[in-house]
């Protein structure tokens, strides 16, 4: 009892010192020392999955119940990077977009365990970016959608699709060349998918 308790003391005062986090803002920086709850989240020694976790346990023991709160998914740390694609589509809602085209950037991190091709130094046990390369050169330079959004959508799950020893796919797509009146580098997309996003 006295170990739930403890748990049960310990997970709501992260809570607490999250959601009033923000009241100490407007602290001063010389008098941020003298505040714990302060100091806890500027260290970063308060982690989104702790919040989750002590919300989920403070309401199981609200309901009654003793429920031990699940972990949050976390992604493998290992994982490939292509970054800085360039292609030449068609994509866009605009009428010019469409027929005039236009450039694409891509950047494509893909979350695989690269333990095994690490120690046996051989492709075949890992995954060969050209084909993920590929992936995104084939959809980008291929019939035109109105949305970025489903450009990077389209490449994220066939990659998922084709390897299934890659779990997670983060993709940005961007345009560096948009009818906005002002200065910018580009406007674009960013999206994670995860195995589990793929169609039953």
Known sequence: MASSQSY???????????????????????AEATIPGRKMVLDGRISLEKFVRAVHFLESRMKGTMMIPPRLYEMPSDKLLLSGLLFFGFHGALVEERKQGQKFLVDIEAWTDLKPPGKSDNLSDSVDYTKIYGIAKEVLEGPPYYLMESVAQKIAITVLTNYPQISDVRLKVAKPHVAVHGQLDYIGVEIIRHRSDLPV
Request: net charge negative; glycine share 4%.
């Open 8 to 30: 049960n003391l310990y997970l709501g005062l992260e809570l607490f010192v999250i959601l009033f986090s923000q009241v100490f803002a407007h602290v001063p920086p010389e």
